[in-house]
Structure formats: C-alpha cells, structure tokens
Nanobody
Framework: QLQASGGGLVQAGGSLRLSCAAS????????TGWFRQGPGKEREFVAA???????HYADPVKGRFTISRDNAKNTMYLQMNSLKPEDTAVYYC???????????????????WGQGTQVTVSS
C-alpha cells in the first residue's frame, strides 16, 4: 500500500513537495517512481529512483524536480520547483522490485501504485 500526499494549488514559479509512504514492506532493493496524468492525457513518467541508487527524469522536469527516498522511513519524495501550469496533473507514486532500465517509463512495468494527489499550478 502506497499513500501519496502533499499536492495542492500553487502559483506558477512556486514549489511543492510530494510524499509517498509505504504502509507495509520495505523500499530496500525497490525502485520508486512518480508519474502524472493531466486532464485528458495518458499517465506519463516523471521521475524514478532505482534501487541501485541512480535517478532518472523526464525531459520536461529535468532541473526542476528532484526525486529522493528515505529507506528507513519507507517514504519517497518529489520536490517540485519552478512549477508551470503545464505541470498541473494528478501525481501518482509507484514502486517495483524487478524490471530493466528500458522499461522505467512504462506504466505497465510498475507493480505498486499510490492513490494519486492533485497538483494544480495557476498562471
């Protein structure tokens, strides 16, 4: 079970920090990720933190978003800075224990999902 929180309404240029906690299990040797789904759009990859320690970002958020994790707390984070109206979406956290690097962007390749948290950026 993953529980996402931290969404809200923010003006363009502002910041938000999303959190996602696992109620059972452990993030050890688990890759974690964030996806988003904007109005009328498909769910898309935002960022991932592989259990190997590497991080990966979608091009639209590089340099603005930072993914991190606290394995001791079984919690992942997404720090979002310099937010833009086009970042408006429902943000979902995800986790998986297996999978190759090339499938990181693939929604179907992730096993566990949080319920989503709404982020709205006003212009």
């Amino acid at each position: 079970q993953l529980q996402a929180s931290g969404g809200g309404l923010v003006q363009a240029g502002g910041s938000l920090r999303l959190s996602c906690a696992a109620s059972e299990g452990t993030f050890s040797r688990t890759s974690t990720g964030w996806f988003r789904q904007g109005p009328g759009k498909e769910r898309e990859f935002v960022a991932a933190s592989r259990w190997t320690g590497t991080t990966h970002y979608a091009d639209p958020v590089k340099g603005r978003f930072t993914i991190s994790r606290d394995n001791a707390k079984n919690t992942m984070y997404l720090q979002m800075n310099s937010l833009k109206p086009e970042d408006t979406a429902v943000y979902y956290c995800a986790a998986r224990r297996t999978g190759i690097l090339s499938t990181l962007h693939n929604v179907a390749a992730w096993s566990y999902w949080g319920q989503g948290t709404q982020v709205t950026v006003s212009s």
